[in-house]
């Protein structure tokens, strides 16, 4: 195997690696060094915390009165005590305070911020959890948690009593929650919602608790039960950022963790190959591929639903070419191409030899958007063609196409952006069919664009000279379908 395919293999898994170490870590293990993430020279520490059983929740609580959070506890549903009025409600004499934020004034009374539980004298069966975050560094920081309710399909999570499952959490004027669906972690579902902390948590501080407590409420049934298992999860993980340079928290932790919660299912490695069969065969399995050399397709002997092809992607996959060329061999005819796709994007790739260089289908249940980035197409007669598309739309950046290029209406929208575009195969052509916009293109001298839908020029060059309304009938066939910007 050559140096450059090792590197490559090693580049791909750091990076996927480097996307998913936080979430897989939390999966398999709870302690508080691997359910963070950090950035910025911050240092903090998750705390998870339940009342040790018999401690009464009204009045002063001293550090000691809460014990580490037991994971997988069971969860049965609540039972309100008869007689009880609002049993789910977390009354204002229901308060726990937290000691850090608790003073004592000369008169005795109690002054700091609270935060109400359910009461145990009218809900029985709510499971606490209450998670603090403590800045352990030397750094003020902005953080996030986030939190993972498990709620397996065919029951709910809502604010009020009405469905299967509640949750209490602070409300006071310290975090924005925000609520992002459902998704499914190691094969259950999850309720995902994010705390951010809009105040600056400063060196040395622990926060108030984001999450308080959880409930299955009296709606749950027992085919509900049997949904749940033996054991309830909740699943928390904090990413924390410095404050410097950042006007708030928000701005802050998307800017250095972007918006995804970290249970979004990592995107898996591509496949390296250097040849044919190998290529072939990780597309025709629906992956990502990387060419470690250039590849040949001799014959060609797939089919694209109008002739043949060398490669058919219907399922988004992504072609990396890294600088190599794919040369597709007994694909001549008419209709034949070197790739066949719906959707998806290619990447640092020649492709040559065939008929048509890329060709646009709607051959699979799958659309989106045709992406080609540093992508030569040459050597072919057609570089880009599409006929029945799925109006998925093409944006091609800093790529050539030498031949005709043309594609229908069905294609949707193309925009061409730092392109050239040239002769081959005795061909010096662009007709599209779909509205087409081109930025930052330069045209060979001779070539022709005839527009059968708007076409837009903005900062192009033809044979070096700038695009402009007095030489536009120069390169284009019908002036009054174009415009130049």
């Not at 492709?351 to 289908?361: C, E, H, Y």
Request: proline fraction near 4%; aromatic fraction near 10%.
């Amino acid at each position: 195997m050559k140096t450059r395919k090792w590197l490559l293999l090693a580049a791909l898994v750091l990076s996927v690696a480097m996307a998913t170490t936080g979430t897989m870590a939390y999966l398999s293990d709870t302690d508080s060094d691997v359910n963070v993430m950090t950035l910025g020279n911050v240092q903090i520490e998750q705390i998870e915390l339940q009342r040790a059983e018999g401690v009464e929740h009204t009045g002063l609580l001293n550090d000691g009165d809460l014990v580490p959070f037991v994971k997988g506890q069971p969860l049965y549903p609540a039972y309100p005590v008869a007689g009880s009025t609002n049993p789910y409600t977390a009354e204002a004499n229901d308060l726990l305070y937290w000691g850090p934020y608790v003073t004592a004034e000369s008169d005795g009374t109690i002054n700091g911020a609270g935060n109400g539980l359910w009461s145990d004298d009218k809900l029985v069966g709510a499971l606490d959890k209450f998670v603090f975050v403590k800045n352990t560094g030397k750094s003020d920081c902005y953080y996030r948690t986030w939190l993972a309710f498990e709620c397996p399909e065919g029951m709910e999570y809502s604010e009020g009593s009405d469905k299967e499952f509640m949750m209490n959490i602070n409300l006071n004027d310290r975090f924005d929650w925000e609520e992002h669906g459902y998704c499914t972690i190691e094969g259950v579902q999850y309720l995902v919602m994010s705390a951010t902390y809009k105040n600056v948590l400063a060196a040395g501080e622990i926060s108030r608790p984001s999450l308080l407590q959880v409930v299955m409420t009296h709606n749950a049934t027992n085919e509900d039960m049997e949904l749940l298992g033996d054991t309830y999860e909740i699943l928390a993980f904090t990413q924390a950022v410095q404050t410097i340079n950042f006007p708030d928290a928000e701005t802050a932790l998307n800017a250095a963790f972007g918006t995804d919660h970290p249970w979004t299912e990592a995107p898996a490695i591509p496949v390296l190959v250097e040849t044919a069969d190998e290529l072939v065969a990780a597309l025709e399995n629906g992956q990502d591929v990387v060419l470690t050399d250039d590849i040949k397709i001799d014959p060609a002997n797939m089919s694209n639903a109008y002739g043949t092809t060398g490669l058919n992607v219907k399922n988004g996959q992504a072609i990396y070419g890294n600088g190599n060329t794919l040369d597709i061999k007994g694909a001549g005819g008419t209709w034949d191409s070197g790739i066949n796709t719906t959707g998806g994007l290619i990447k640092d790739l020649k492709v040559t030899g065939s008929f048509r260089g890329i060709f646009i289908n709607h051959n699979s249940d799958h659309s989106e958007p045709v992406v080609l980035e540093n992508v030569i197409i040459d050597g072919t007669t057609y570089t880009i063609s599409c006929d029945q598309g799925l109006n998925q739309n093409l944006i091609a950046t800093n790529s050539t196409f030498k031949g005709w290029t043309s594609f229908a209406a069905t294609l949707g929208e193309a925009k061409f952006v730092d392109c050239y575009f040239g002769e081959g195969n005795g061909y010096s052509f662009c007709r599209p069919y779909a509205p087409t916009e081109f930025v930052g293109c330069e045209f060979e001298a001779g070539y022709t664009v005839d527009p059968r839908a708007a076409v837009t020029f903005e900062n192009c060059t033809l044979d070096g000279v700038a695009l402009t309304a007095e030489n536009l009938s120069d390169l284009v066939t019908d002036t009054a379908k174009a415009t130049v910007k």
